[in-house]
T-cell receptor, first 114, second 113 residues
Framework: GAGVSQSPRYKVAKRGQDVALRCDPI?????LFWYQQALGQGPEFLTY????????KSGLPSDRFFAERPEGSVSTLKIQRTQQEDSAVYLC????????????FGDGTRLSIL | DAKTTQPPSMDCAEGRAANLPCNHS???????VYWYRQIHSQGPQYIIH???NNETNEMASLIITEDRKSSTLILPHATLRDTAVYYC??????????????FGKGTKLSVIP
């Protein structure tokens, strides 16, 4: 079946521009996570949705980062006024609600800020 | 969150078993051990998880010690496509209804022809 799909695969933006990254989770998955992965590091948690509710945004690095999942399916991560330190791979994962079900990841969006 | 310790890198000959160790001495009783791997330019791929008992699936086996303070991921017949960074993760409940994964730096496994 279809896995987690993320678009675009690559994004280049100039410093100060706003960007929007999209995640299509596996159909029927209630839980959705966003992670940020810097070069050479493991992914770091950003935020979590259960259906349309954003239950945890403790990992968002600043108020320039905003995520939404209005209909409980597709999610968008938006970064306003991008900075060079925002350059990273942004990963989306989805899972069933059961806390012991594994998360399944997309291949991420590689964001480069010039 | 329970922390994990893994060797930074390992080599394995193609066709041989790869045994990847992980220490998680502060794990609590209801925390599962998860293993993921990440091949270059791809997202992390789920491999296996377990609580107390040893687990096996089509990809790998997971051996957890009786005291649960360490575990070993076994790839029975490593191939070149198994070259990746392997992450051992103890999944914690954040209290906000979120079950995020806390990744360390993992073990870079290189399968040698």
């Amino acid at each position: 079946g279809a896995g987690v799909s993320q678009s675009p695969r690559y994004k280049v933006a100039k410093r100060g521009q706003d960007v929007a990254l999209r995640c299509d989770p596996i159909s029927g998955h209630v839980s959705l996570f966003w992670y940020q992965q810097a070069l050479g590091q493991g992914p770091e948690f950003l935020t979590y949705f259960q259906n349309e509710a954003q239950l945890d945004k403790s990992g968002l690095p600043s108020d320039r980062f905003f995520a939404e999942r209005p209909e409980g399916s597709v999610s968008t991560l938006k970064i306003q006024r991008t900075q060079q330190e925002d350059s990273a791979v942004y990963l989306c994962a989805s899972s069933q609600l059961d806390r012991n079900q594994p998360q399944h990841f997309g291949d991420g969006t590689r964001l480069s800020i010039l | 969150d329970a922390k994990t310790t893994q060797p930074p890198s390992m080599d394995c000959a193609e066709g041989r078993a790869a045994n990847l160790p992980c220490n998680h001495s502060t794990i609590s009783g209801n925390e599962y051990v998860y293993w993921y791997r990440q091949i270059h330019s791809q997202g992390p791929q789920y491999i296996i998880h377990g609580l107390k008992n040893n687990e096996t699936n089509e990809m790998a086996s997971l051996i957890i010690t009786e005291d649960r303070k360490s575990s070993t991921l076994i790839l029975p017949h490593a191939t070149l496509r198994d070259t990746a960074v392997y992450y051992c993760i103890v999944r914690a409940y954040s209290g906000a209804g979120s079950y995020q994964l806390t990744f360390g730096k993992g073990t870079k496994l290189s399968v040698i022809p």
